[in-house]
Nanobody
Framework: QVQLVESGGGLVQAGGSLRLSCAAS????????MGWYRQAPGKARELVAA???????VYTDSVKGRFTISRDGAKNTVYLQMNSLKPEDTNVYYC????????WGQGTQIAVSS
């Protein structure tokens, strides 16, 4: 049973924007902090941003001021607004609890051209 479904990825030019969405099952979303992660080929998956149930947020340094994470409790959905995209943001992006646990979704691919 799929519990995390990411969407919104695509190809964009440097400086552009994308908004990622992650629909999570209620059992995952309800009282958990949620995070967005990314993984480049051959590299470990890393945290991009996280949002706690109280709305407080955490960002990795490379995305601060450019990315914004948010959550909609009524929809069990977490979003990642990505602005001023850079080629180095090219990755597969995943969502999960923060800290992560359980199965991962299929992810959504972001490609930023220079």
């Amino acid at each position: 049973q799929v519990q995390l479904v990411e969407s919104g990825g695509g190809l964009v030019q440097a400086g552009g924007s994308l908004r990622l969405s992650c629909a999570a099952s209620g059992s995952i979303f309800s009282s958990n902090a949620m995070g967005w992660y990314r993984q480049a080929p051959g590299k470990a998956r890393e945290l991009v941003a996280a949002i706690r149930a109280d709305g407080s947020t955490v960002y990795t340094d490379s995305v601060k001021g450019r990315f914004t994470i948010s959550r909609d409790g009524a929809k069990n959905t977490v979003y990642l607004q990505m602005n001023s995209l850079k080629p180095e943001d090219t990755n597969v992006y995943y969502c999960n609890k923060f800290p992560p646990g359980g199965d991962w979704g299929q992810g959504t691919q972001i490609a930023v051209s220079s």
